[in-house]
């Protein structure tokens, strides 16, 4: 009994290892932004821009989200996507490039319809490192959204900066995401 | 060698006539998404609200006048077309519809019903697969 003790300890810590990294869901909780990085700035959004439309969702993994939490304190990607659009999943793939070129100065949020069924499996094939919401067509009709992909750039503070449907590439993101930060 | 080629020009004549009895004629259709979304021409693109049910990957089915399905499958991604070429939209982004193109084996019947999710039946005549040109079926809001 004593010879197997250290193996089922053993045994026991390798199952717990596997476990903790079970509850890292690509696109959840793990991917919500960290605390926006020391000395960066933010420029004011033009005094035009209308209110972004806050919305409260569910991550993928079922973390509650709220747009606004997001945007108090950094300018916010959003990202309307679905899992059956191959061509919104490269376009949401290189605004995450664009964003993690910013070292955390911007967030970004994907929004995949709540009838999206894949949505968990998207989440996961892509695994972007930032947080995927599922929302209903209140909030996809709230940004103007009828059809992923549409890319839309929120200021801090919750101000819309731009829209575009049918997505954008990151090359043509970046200049509109390094006028909103100062450094 | 002179012996082997009557065998092999049988088995030829028997898997020609196997292709034949396979089910019947390819049918190529191109379906129609009405939706006059804002887009590029060329783009991927999905049903946009009304038709946001549409995409790639929701199933169909094909059924004959007794509701017998003769084909079913997936609908592949669709590509955006002008909505209306008779406008000079003047801009790279104008009112489009979303085109997905189906190439199925449907057998000979008079007439078919293509069934889509949340969608009035498309129904198309036999004598339309007769055309070079793909049978054009547009969905209705």
Request: charged letters at 25%.
């Amino acid at each position: 009994m004593t010879r197997i003790l250290p193996l089922v300890l053993a045994l026991a810590l390798a199952c717990t290892a596997c476990a903790g990294e079970d509850e890292d869901v690509a696109g959840g909780a793990a991917d919500l932004p960290g605390p926006v990085p020391e000395g960066v700035e933010y420029a004011d959004p033009p005094a035009s821009a209308p209110a972004a439309p806050d919305f409260s969702a569910e991550l993928v993994d079922g973390t509650p989200v709220t747009a606004s939490d997001l945007w108090a304190d950094r300018p916010v990607v959003l990202v309307f996507t679905a899992s059956f659009c191959d061509r919104c999943a490269e376009i949401h793939r290189d605004v995450a490039r664009a964003v993690d070129e910013r070292d955390g100065a911007i967030a970004l949020l994907g929004v995949v319809g709540d009838d999206d069924e894949d949505a968990g499996e998207y989440a996961d094939d892509l695994d972007l490192g930032h947080p995927v919401a599922v929302a209903g067509e209140r909030v996809w009709l709230s940004y103007a959204a009828r059809e992923p992909s549409l890319v839309a750039l929120v200021s801090r503070g919750g101000k819309v900066v731009r829209g575009w449907p049918n997505g954008i590439e990151g090359e043509q993101l970046a200049p509109h995401l390094d006028d909103l930060i100062e450094r | 060698m002179r012996r082997a080629g009557a065998p092999l020009l049988a088995g030829l004549v028997l898997l020609a006539g196997c292709g034949g009895d396979g089910g019947g004629d390819v049918a190529r259709i191109r379906l129609v998404v009405p939706d006059n979304n804002i887009r590029e021409e060329g783009v991927e693109c999905a049903g946009a609200r009304p038709f946001r049910q549409i995409h790639r990957g929701t199933p169909y089915s094909i059924l004959d006048a007794d509701g017998e399905v003769v084909a079913d499958g997936e609908l592949p991604a669709g590509r955006a077309e002008n909505a209306d070429p008779s406008v000079d939209w003047e801009s790279d982004r104008f009112p489009t519809v979303c085109v997905m193109e189906l190439e199925v084996e449907l057998p000979e019947r008079p007439r078919y019903r293509l069934v889509l999710p949340e969608s009035a039946p498309l129904e198309f005549d036999a004598a339309l697969l007769e055309s070079d040109a793909p049978v054009q079926l547009v969905l209705r809001g």
